[in-house]
């Protein structure tokens, strides 16, 4: 899953996806509601931020981040794996933009 940031849909990104049959679902951009690893990612920074305190090296921050990753477990992924539903119907219930696209890719992969 990816959210449609600029890096992701860029024109060597693009190709790769179709080059290699990678479906892509028509998520709203950079939705960190939506897509699980934005959540996996804010998870991270606060872990370590709350062990390490500022940063201080770019040497230290690849450490640092490399630790509280191997802390992981794999309940962590499934958990926010699991709670893609959830966050979905929240958005279709508060009728943002994007909850008819939302639906339509629901109907189109899923139905």
Not at 49 to 67: H, N, W, Y
Not at 68 to 83: P, Q, T, V, Y
Request: charged share 25%.
């Amino acid at each position: 899953m990816q959210d449609n940031a600029p890096v992701h849909t860029c024109r060597l990104v693009s190709e790769f996806l179709v080059d290699n049959e990678v479906p892509v679902l028509n998520w709203p951009p950079q939705s960190p509601d939506l897509n699980p690893i934005e959540n996996l990612w804010h998870i991270l920074k606060s872990r370590r931020a709350k062990k390490f305190g500022p940063v201080r090296t770019k040497s230290d921050i690849i450490t640092q981040t490399l630790e509280i990753w191997n802390e992981f477990g794999i309940e962590i992924c499934e958990k926010l794996s699991r709670s893609l539903k959830k966050r979905l119907l929240e958005v279709i219930k508060k009728k943002t933009g994007a909850h008819q696209l939302i639906i339509e890719t629901l109907n189109k992969y899923l139905f």
